[in-house]
């Protein structure tokens, strides 16, 4: 009811242009539609973590909704380490991507954390493993983003593929969706050059992160939401000064000793 009527104005064309696909938002010239950017005054302070979850190679993207501008973006990679155990190297390892995006989350100041939702395809054989490694990504991505009060949510990998490709037919061409994600990436600098410096046949975790972060910046209401921490949890809680559970826990456990000597 506040606000003014050009902006009022400007949130009808971002709704336009949302309903008809990002591959037509793209060709607007979304990036730099000042309109745009005014209309999403509501998410101004919002900042969006995306991820493609994955113990082995995970990729993950930042993105501002206000203007759905892509900040940053890279591919995580682990190898198993042969001296160990199964079990203990999955756990060493997925301790390290739960670090890794704790780090990621303070860096950029992350509201909400977006991930792909969990799809087990490919040969049968397989999906067991890719089952444990999405399974535990999917965890370590959760666990800090209880650990920071933030949001997270999910979204279903053709729902999105779908959105950046609207006019497919009944399958959607994912070299199509690439080739879509690639050329607005290249908009941007630094994530231009970031995606530039990943192996090519690589980048397709990095690229789906990036879709994901678009969708939900762009369709928040079409997100699968998990859970809603913002309003019990303001912004100004994840600044830099914030440590982590694992740092958090070490102090308590200096403090005590303190006290018991």
């Known amino acids: 009811p506040h606000r003014s009527l050009r902006a009022r104005r400007a949130l009808g064309v971002m709704r336009a242009d949302v309903c008809h696909g990002f591959a ?47 900040i940053a973006l890279g591919l995580r990679l682990s190898e198993p380490t042969a001296s160990v155990d199964e079990h203990t190297d999955r756990a060493r390892r997925i301790d390290a991507q739960a670090d890794a995006v704790a780090e990621l989350a303070r860096r950029y100041q992350i509201t909400e954390i977006a991930l792909e939702s969990m ?25 800090v983003a ?4 933030i949001d997270l949510s999910a979204v279903p990998p053709k729902r ?39 192996a090519k046949g690589q980048r397709n975790h990095a690229i789906d992160s990036v879709g994901v972060g678009l969708f939900a910046a762009l369709r928040p209401h079409q997100v699968e939401v998990i859970c809603r921490r913002r309003s019990r949890s303001p912004r100004k809680h994840l600044g830099p000064a914030m440590v982590s559970r694992r740092a958090e826990h070490e102090a308590a456990d200096q403090s005590l000793s303190a006290r018991t000597t």
């Open 119 to 143: 799809s087990f395809g490919g040969a049968p054989k397989a999906r067991f493993a890719m089952a444990v490694s999405i399974c535990l990504s999917w965890g370590a991505a959760a666990g």
């Open 146 to 149: 209880s650990s920071f009060g």
């Open 160 to 198: 999105w593929e779908r959105a950046v490709v609207p006019n497919a037919g009944k399958r959607v061409n994912y070299d199509q969706v690439e080739s879509a994600v690639t050329a607005y990436v290249r908009r941007f600098q630094d994530p231009a050059v970031q995606l530039a410096q990943i």
């Open 24 to 70: 037509d938002v793209q060709a607007s010239g979304l990036a730099r539609d000042t309109a745009v950017r005014e209309s999403r005054l509501s998410v101004k302070d919002s900042v969006i973590l995306a991820i493609d979850p994955g113990l082995g190679t995970f990729g993950w993207s930042v993105v501002d909704p206000a203007g759905a501008r892509v």
